[in-house]
C-alpha cells in the first residue's frame, strides 16, 4: 500500500490538472466569444441610435422611411444571429452543470476543483445572460421603431389622400408663366444632354440600343418559335376553344410586355454601363420608359381581350364597333395617367411650384373620370355589356371628377391611377388564373397546342398529359403570383424596400409550438427534391440503358439494380431537402416514437413486405421476366416493388402478391438459372398393340421437332399397364420451357396422325356390368315390355371394370 498510494496520488494530481486546464480553456474561449458578442451588440445599439435620428428628420420622405427600415429589419436579423451564437455555449455550461451536480448541504464537503468549476461555469452563465438581456433590449427597441415607421407612412398615405387644395389659388393669373418657365427649364435640360451625347456619346449610345434590341428579340423570337401560335390568334379558326381564347390573351399580352420591359431595362442599364446618363436624365428617362411599357400592356391587353377585327376570338361577347371604342378609350385612359406621371416625376425633380403639380393632376383626374363615364355610357345591341358594369364604371367616373372638383387631387389622382393600372393588372392575372385553371382540367392540356404536339411526336398518353397539365397549371399559378403581386403592392403604395424585408420575413419563416416552418426553406426542399428525383430518374436510364445494356446483364439483374438505384436515389434527395428546408429531424423524435410503436402492432405486415421486397432485390430467388409458380398463381413476373410483386398470368390477369408470402412459401421457378425444361407427354395404346413399334413411333416423333433439343435426347418410358391402355409417355427437353404448350400441341397431333396411319388404337376407360338375382331372368328376347320392366326393378346389381360391355341384342318386334 505505501508503494501504490504515491502513485495513486499523482495520478490524481495529474486528472486534476488535465480538467483545470481544460476548463480554463473553455473559460477563455467563452469569454472571447461574450466580448465579441458583446462589441457587435454595442455596434447595433450605436447604429439604431443613428436610424431613430434619421427617422426624426425624414418623417415626410416615404421613400427614405422605406430605405431605414430596411435597416432596422437588419439589425433585428443580427440580433438574433448574436443570440444564436451563445446556443452552443450555454448548452455545454448546462451539460457540465448537470454533470457536476449540485453543491452539496452544509456539513458536507467536495473536492476544492469541483467546487471551482462549479463557480467557474455559473459565473460564465451568468454573463452570457446578461449579454443576452441587452441584446433582447435592443431588439424590442429595434421593432418598436419599425412599428413607428409604419404608422408614420400609414400617416402620409392617409395625409396624401385626405388633404384638400383650393383651386382657386392654384389656377391664378401666375399659373401659364409657371408653365412656359418650367417648360424653358425642361427643354434646355434635355437639349444640353442631347447635344453632349450627339458629340461625345453617340457610339455608346447606339451600342445601347443594339445590345437591348439583342435582348429583347431574344426573348420574343426564342418565344415565337417554342410556343408558335399562342401570341397571336388565328383568323382562319372559326371557332376556337375556351381555352385557346383565353391562352391567346394571356400570352399575346404578357410575353410581349415583358420583351419590351426587357429591352427598356435593358437600355437603361448599358446607358449606365457607358455612362451616357447624367443625375435627373435618368430620372427622365426611367419614368419615361415606365409610362411607355403602361401604355404598351394596357392596348395590348384590350386589343388580345376584346380583338375587333376577329370577333370570334373575343372573350367578351359585344359588338365590333363598341370593342374597338373601348380599345382606344382604355389605352387614351393608359396616355393620359401615363404623361401625368412623366409630368410628376419632371416637376418634383426639378422643383416646380406647388400650382403646376395640383393643375396637371387636376386635368388628368377629369380626363380619366369623362373616360370612364364614356365607357359607361357605351350601348351594345347584343346586350352583353353588363349593367354593373357600365354602373360601376359611371360611379367611377363621377367620383374621380367630383374628388378633383372638391380640392381632394391627391385622392382623384390615385383613384383614376388604380382604375387604369390595377384594373389591368387584375384583368391579365385573371385571364391568366383562369387559361391555368382550364389546362389543368382534366383533358385540357391535350387540347392545346403543346399537347397535341406531344400526343403527336413522342405518343404521350392521355394520363401522362393530364399530369403534365396539372404541373403547367400550377407553373403559370406561381408565376402569376411572383410576377402580379409585387406589381400590385408597387401600385398601391409600397415600396420595393417593403416587399424586399415581407420577403426577409417570409424566409425567416415562423415558429408553431417547437416547430419553425420557413416558407423559402419549404420551397427550396422542393425545389431540391424536384431536382434530385430527375436526376435519379435520369440516372436510372443512363445506368440500365448504357452501362448495363453494354454489359449485356440480364434483364432480371437489370430490372434489380435499376429499382434498388432508384430507392436509393429518392432517400437520398429526400434527405438533402429535409436538410436544405432547415427542418431539424430532431423536433420529431416523438413523431418516431409513436411510429416505431404503430410499426410493432398496425404496421407490422408492412414492415414485413417491405424487408421481404429488399430480401428479393439482394438474393434474386427470381427476377422480371421469369415464369414462376407461387401457390395457384402461375404466370411471369412483371415488377419487384419494395412491399409487393406483380405477376401477369396466361389469362393476361395482373395478381399482386405481398412480398411476405413469395419469401415465407415455396415458390417454383421455371426459368430460374435459364430456360432449359423438360415437359411430358403421356399417351396411352390398346392392348394386344406392337409395343416396340409404339416405342419406335413415339421417339421419331420426339426427335423430329426443331423444338426439341438433341442433347439431352428424347426419351420414350413405357410406364405402365393400365386398366384399359398400355401407357407411355414421352420426355423431351426444350431450350426455352415457355415453348413447352406450342411443343405438346404439335406432338399430340403428330402421334394421333401418326397412330391413325399405323392402325394404333388409343382406347378409352371401359367397364362390364354384371347382373345378380334369385329370379330367373326371363326368356331371351323379351316378349313385352312388362317383363323389360320387371328385369330392371331386381335389387341387386353389382358393376366390374371387365373391358367392353357386353349386351345380347334385342329382337325387333315382328311387323
Known amino acids: 500500500m505505501s508503494l501504490a498510494s504515491p502513485w495513486r496520488t499523482l495520478f490524481l494530481s495529474v486528472v486534476a490538472v488535465v480538467i483545470a486546464a481544460a476548463a480554463a480553456l473553455a473559460q477563455q474561449g467563452g469569454g472571447a466569444l461574450i466580448e465579441e458578442q458583446r462589441s457587435a451588440i454595442q455596434k447595433y445599439s450605436t447604429r439604431t441610435d443613428d436610424l431613430e435620428r434619421q427617422i426624426s428628420v425624414n418623417d415626410s420622405n416615404d421613400g ?6 430596411l435597416e432596422l429589419s437588419e439589425v433585428a436579423r443580427q440580433l438574433i444571429a448574436s443570440s444564436v451564437a451563445f446556443r452552443p455555449r450555454l448548452a455545454e455550461i448546462n451539460a457540465r452543470l448537470e454533470q457536476l451536480g449540485p453543491a452539496p448541504p452544509d456539513g458536507q464537503s467536495e473536492p476544492d476543483i469541483v467546487t471551482a468549476e462549479r463557480q467557474d461555469m455559473t459565473a460564465a452563465k451568468a454573463e452570457i445572460n446578461a449579454v443576452l ?3 433582447e433590449s435592443l431588439s424590442i ?22 388633404k384638400r387644395y383650393s383651386l382657386s389659388e392654384a389656377f391664378a393669373g401666375e399659373l401659364l408663366d409657371d408653365v412656359y418657365k418650367e417648360y424653358s427649364n425642361f427643354y434646355r435640360s434635355v437639349s444640353s444632354w442631347l447635344k453632349f451625347v450627339f458629340q461625345y456619346k453617340f457610339e455608346s449610345v447606339l451600342a445601347a440600343a443594339l445590345f437591348a434590341l439583342g435582348a429583347a428579340a431574344v426573348l420574343v423570337v426564342g418565344g415565337r418559335r417554342i410556343f408558335g401560335r ?7 379558326e372559326e371557332a376556337p376553344s375556351y381555352l385557346e381564347r383565353f391562352s391567346v390573351a394571356f400570352w399575346s399580352t404578357l410575353l410581349p410586355t415583358m420583351a419590351l420591359g426587357v429591352f427598356l431595362l435593358s437600355t437603361l442599364f448599358f446607358l449606365n454601363y457607358f455612362n451616357v446618363l447624367r443625375g435627373d436624365i435618368g430620372v427622365y428617362l426611367s419614368s419615361l420608359f415606365m409610362v411607355v411599357g403602361i401604355v404598351f400592356g394596357v392596348n395590348r391587353l384590350a386589343n388580345a381581350a376584346l380583338t375587333p ?11 365590333s364597333r363598341t370593342a374597338l371604342v373601348l380599345v382606344g378609350v382604355f389605352t387614351a385612359m393608359a396616355v393620359v395617367i401615363g404623361f401625368n406621371y412623366f409630368l410628376a416625376v419632371v416637376t418634383d425633380t426639378m422643383g416646380s411650384p406647388l400650382s403646376l403639380t395640383i393643375a396637371r393632376s387636376f386635368a388628368a383626374s377629369t380626363v380619366v373620370g369623362a ?8 350601348r351594345d345591341g347584343g346586350g352583353a355589356w353588363r349593367a354593373w358594369l357600365r354602373y360601376t364604371a359611371v360611379g367611377l367616373g363621377g367620383f374621380i371628377i367630383a374628388a378633383a372638383l372638391f380640392g381632394y387631387i391627391g385622392l382623384a389622382t390615385f383613384t383614376s391611377t388604380q382604375v387604369v393600372v390595377t384594373g389591368t393588372i387584375l384583368i391579365t392575372a385573371y385571364i391568366g388564373f383562369l387559361t391555368s385553371r382550364a389546362i389543368g382540367a382534366e383533358g385540357g392540356f391535350a387540347e392545346t397546342s403543346v399537347g397535341r404536339w406531344l400526343a403527336r411526336k413522342s405518343g404521350t398518353e392521355a394520363t401522362t398529359l393530364d399530369q403534365m397539365g396539372l404541373a403547367v397549371s400550377l407553373a403559370i399559378n406561381l408565376m402569376i403570383l411572383l410576377i402580379f403581386l409585387p406589381l400590385l403592392l408597387l401600385m398601391w403604395g409600397f415600396q420595393l424596400g417593403d416587399i424586399e424585408a415581407w420577403a426577409y420575413s417570409l424566409s425567416a419563416g415562423f415558429s408553431i ?16 427534391f424536384t431536382i434530385g428525383y430527375f436526376v435519379t430518374r435520369w440516372f436510372q436510364g443512363w445506368l440500365d440503358g448504357v452501362v448495363m445494356a453494354r454489359g449485356r446483364l440480364d434483364m432480371g439483374v437489370r430490372n434489380s439494380i435499376r429499382t434498388v438505384v432508384g430507392y436509393a436515389g429518392l432517400a437520398l434527395a429526400t434527405l438533402i431537402a429535409i436538410s436544405s428546408a432547415g427542418i431539424d429531424l430532431s423536433s420529431f423524435a416523438l413523431v418516431a416514437g409513436g411510429l416505431s410503436l404503430g410499426i410493432g402492432f398496425g404496421l407490422q405486415n408492412v414492415v414485413s413486405n417491405f424487408v421481404s421486397g429488399l430480401i428479393l432485390l439482394a438474393e434474386r430467388p427470381f427476377k422480371a421476366g421469369d415464369w414462376i409458380v407461387a401457390g395457384n398463381v402461375s404466370g411471369t413476373v412483371k415488377k419487384i416493388s419494395v412491399r409487393a410483386t406483380e405477376i401477369e ?15 415465407n412459401s415455396a415458390v417454383g421457378n421455371w426459368t430460374h438459372r435459364n430456360k432449359l425444361g423438360r415437359i411430358e407427354i403421356p399417351v396411352g395404346v390398346a392392348y394386344g398393340s406392337d409395343v416396340k413399334k409404339v416405342h419406335a413411333m413415339l421417339l421419331e416423333l420426339a426427335r423430329s421437332h426443331p423444338l426439341v433439343l438433341k442433347n439431352p435426347e428424347p426419351f420414350v418410358l413405357f410406364a405402365a399397364f393400365g386398366a384399359s391402355s398400355l401407357d407411355f409417355e414421352v420426355r423431351v427437353f426444350l431450350g426455352d420451357v415457355t415453348n413447352s404448350v406450342i411443343v405438346q400441341n404439335d406432338l399430340r397431333f403428330a402421334i394421333i396422325e401418326k397412330f391413325e396411319a399405323e392402325g394404333i388404337e388409343i382406347p378409352f376407360p371401359q367397364s362390364v356390368i354384371s347382373v345378380k338375382s334369385d329370379k330367373p331372368l326371363p326368356p331371351w328376347p323379351l316378349d313385352d315390355d312388362a317383363a323389360e320392366a320387371e328385369l330392371m326393378e331386381r335389387p341387386s346389381a353389382e358393376a366390374k371394370p371387365a373391358g367392353k360391355a357386353r349386351r345380347r341384342p334385342r329382337k325387333p318386334a315382328p311387323g
Open 513 to 528: 409550438g417547437a416547430f419553425r416552418f420557413s416558407p423559402g426553406g419549404i420551397l427550396t426542399g422542393v425545389v431540391v
Open 649 to 663: 398470368t396466361f389469362q393476361r390477369q395482373s395478381v399482386i402478391l405481398p412480398n411476405s408470402e413469395l419469401i
Open 230 to 236: 399562342i401570341f397571336e390568334p388565328d383568323p382562319a
Open 64 to 69: 427614405k422611411l422605406v430605405e431605414i427600415r
Open 309 to 319: 377585327r376577329l370577333p370570334n376570338w373575343r372573350l367578351v361577347s359585344i359588338e
Open 371 to 378: 373616360l370612364l363615364i364614356l365607357i359607361g355610357l357605351l
Open 133 to 135: 438581456g441587452l441584446a
Open 141 to 162: 427597441r429595434v421593432n418598436g421603431l419599425i412599428e413607428k415607421i409604419g404608422d408614420m407612412r400609414s400617416a402620409l398615405f392617409r395625409n396624401v389622400l385626405t
